[in-house]
């Protein structure tokens, strides 16, 4: 083994103490420096190409990882040049953003933190099913999230789901007077349709749409032309549809039943985990040649469609975290893209995104 193949193993393994070797930090390995612009003029943020989902370290996503092991890899993830963190006040509920602030407020200058209201959270519990889009409970989780957070200003304050009670104009009034205030930077939606994004964005630009948007669930696509027109971005959530296009799950997959709502979705029964594997074929089939993974070409199809997507993905793993960044690197040409894209078209996914009760929060 050479030099520098000995170094390398060294900084993969961790190992650097007392060797008197010149330490090599993970960053140097792996370091994204390609940025994408959210938004326009004096609602846009610049970050990273790759964003980082917090949201799985604490909820929805199985057993609870080691605490300490968290903030170590979102320190990693700022190593790496990660500046886009995405958290909400429903995760946990709190837990999340607490974790977030813990380990992130150190760089508050240097990154970009996000969150989101719009569920019904009272003393710390989720009143299950129900939104609240009040003007005087933004403000409230607004005050709340930055104290968590430890931050001074939310760099994206997104709704989290629209509230069919509170009209759309008084909800991004209410986030008009949070930026003027200082204490919010930019305006966020999710899952929201077209008229409540166009209303919404009269009332205060919008800079980024949040929505699950990954090869199996296009139909966000039906939206760009407008987001084009406003110059709005798009932040494709579980763009590795919750995991599963890393092409690890089969129908021995177990969830856990208290912590991961994979386990109620019907995307991940086993018969579905069987009969959707059809898709992972797919990206292994054009990561071949680029020594890609299904992860990594799930990642890159994703930032091959538009220029105004930063995909958020979720780890708890540095190994994952690792092989996630590397897929800003995999491109496409435009044949490629194409044939590809074609062939997708063809494929029907088997089982529905959400259940009843989750789809009625989302907008066409
Ligand atoms: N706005 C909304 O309504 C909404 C809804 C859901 C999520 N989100 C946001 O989107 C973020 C990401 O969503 P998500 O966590 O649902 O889905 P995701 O990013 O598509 O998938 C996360 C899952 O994939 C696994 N994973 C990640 N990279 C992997 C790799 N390279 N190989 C194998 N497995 C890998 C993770 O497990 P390991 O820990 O084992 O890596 C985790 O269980 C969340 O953190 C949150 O910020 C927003």
Not at 42 to 60: P, Q, R, W
Not at 154 to 181: C, M, N, S, W
Not at 241 to 261: E, I, S, V
Not at 301 to 321: C, D, E, F, M, R
Request: include cysteine; charged fraction near 25%; aromatic fraction near 10%.
């Amino acid at each position: 083994m050479n030099r520098r193949n000995f170094l390398k193993l060294m900084a993969v393994m961790g190992i650097y103490a007392s060797t008197g070797i010149p330490k090599i930090t993970y960053a140097e390995e792996y370091k994204i420096s390609k940025k994408r612009i959210l938004g326009k003029g004096d609602y846009s943020l610049e970050v990273s190409a790759l964003g980082f989902g917090v949201m799985g370290m604490t909820y929805n996503r199985g057993p609870l990882p080691n605490r300490k092991d968290m903030i170590n890899l979102l320190h990693k993830a700022y190593d790496y040049g990660i500046t886009l963190f995405d958290t909400a006040e429903i995760y946990g509920p709190h837990t999340n953003e607490i974790l977030a602030g813990e380990a992130l407020s150190k760089f508050k200058n240097k990154i970009h933190i996000t969150t989101k209201f719009g569920h019904d959270i009272v003393n710390g519990k989720y009143n299950y099913g129900k939104l609240n889009s009040r003007p005087e409970q933004i403000r409230k989780v607004a005050e709340e999230s930055l104290k968590r957070l430890k931050i001074d200003r939310i760099d994206i304050f997104y709704q989290h789901r629209v509230d069919p009670k509170v009209p759309i104009e008084d909800v991004a009034g209410t986030v008009k007077d949070l930026i003027k205030e200082g204490k919010v930077r930019c305006f966020g939606l999710c899952e929201a349709g077209i008229e409540t994004i166009r209303k919404a964005h009269k009332e205060q630009p919008v800079t980024a749409l949040q929505s699950e948007y990954h090869i199996m669930w296009r139909e966000p696509e039906t939206i760009f032309p407008v987001l084009e027109e406003l110059g709005i971005g798009f932040v494709p959530y579980s763009p590795l549809n919750r995991g599963y296009l890393a092409g690890k799950m089969d129908k021995n997959t177990k969830f856990d039943p208290k912590n991961d709502n994979r386990g109620t979705l019907l995307r991940f029964t086993q018969e579905a985990l069987e009969k959707n594997k059809k898709f992972i074929t797919l990206l292994e089939k054009y990561g071949k040649n680029k020594n890609a993974t299904p992860a990594q070409m799930a990642l890159a199809w994703l930032l091959a469609q538009k220029p105004y997507i930063v995909p958020i993905p979720g780890t708890t793993k540095l190994n994952h975290l690792q092989e996630n960044i590397n897929a800003v690197n995999i491109s496409f040409t435009k044949l490629e893209l194409a044939q590809f894209n074609n062939e997708l078209s063809k494929m029907e996914v088997f089982g529905e995104r959400y259940n009843k009760e989750q789809q009625k929060q989302v907008e066409k």
